[in-house]
């Protein structure tokens, strides 16, 4: 990690955002809401993740395909560390959030049992309407997950050497 920043701040950073997502979500996972709620309900995580991580005012806010590429990939990757917390696996968060998305019935819902049995379900949701967001904002939804992933793979390696 080039810029010394620990699993824990990660997280820290992925639980504002998680706040600020059920601060505006409906309380129950389902009905899911629609795509363009969704995304709404993406773009509010996003842009409290932004306001407490990025130090210049023109980086927070998420209104493009860049600075949507740019703070909704970080949080992802930092929503990883959150889930890893909670021992959820990247890919069975991912999973979990891709059912929420998908729209063709019967919906498999798999993963999201699983990751409801570890209390991670608002987690999932909150990833499902990040990736929302990132899709209306015409970003390359599954280059940027598997970007994340790589990265919270990445930081959780270079932090078990440094201890």
């Known amino acids: 990690?080039?810029?010394?920043?620990?699993?824990?701040?990660?997280?820290?950073?992925?639980?504002?955002?998680?706040?600020?997502?059920?601060e505006v979500a409906p309380a129950p996972l389902f009905p899911v809401p629609s795509t363009s709620a969704l995304a709404h309900l993406g773009t509010v995580a996003a842009t409290a993740y932004?306001?407490?991580?990025?130090?210049?005012?023109?980086?927070?806010?998420?209104?493009?395909?860049?600075?949507?590429?740019?703070?909704i990939g970080d949080l992802i990757a930092d929503l990883y560390h959150l889930a890893d917390e909670q021992e959820i696996a990247a890919d069975q968060i991912t999973e979990a959030a891709e059912e929420?998305?998908?729209?063709?019935?019967?919906?498999?819902?798999?993963?999201?049992?699983?990751?409801?049995?570890?209390?991670?379900?608002?987690?999932?949701?909150?990833?499902?309407?990040?990736?929302?967001?990132a899709e209306a904002f015409g970003c390359d939804v599954p280059e940027m997950v598997a970007d994340a992933q790589a990265f919270y793979e990445d930081c959780k390696a270079e932090e078990a050497i440094s201890r």
């Not at 306001?51 to 703070?71: I, K, Q, W, Y």
């Open 100 to 133: 929420l998305r998908a729209r063709s019935y019967p919906v498999q819902l798999t993963a999201l049992c699983a990751v409801a049995a570890a209390g991670a379900e608002r987690l999932a949701a909150m990833l499902a309407a990040l990736m929302e967001s």
């Open 1 to 22: 990690m080039t810029d010394d920043v620990t699993s824990a701040e990660r997280a820290g950073w992925a639980a504002i955002a998680l706040d600020a997502y059920n």
């Open 50 to 71: 932004a306001e407490a991580t990025r130090n210049d005012p023109a980086d927070r806010e998420v209104h493009d395909a860049f600075s949507a590429n740019l703070v």
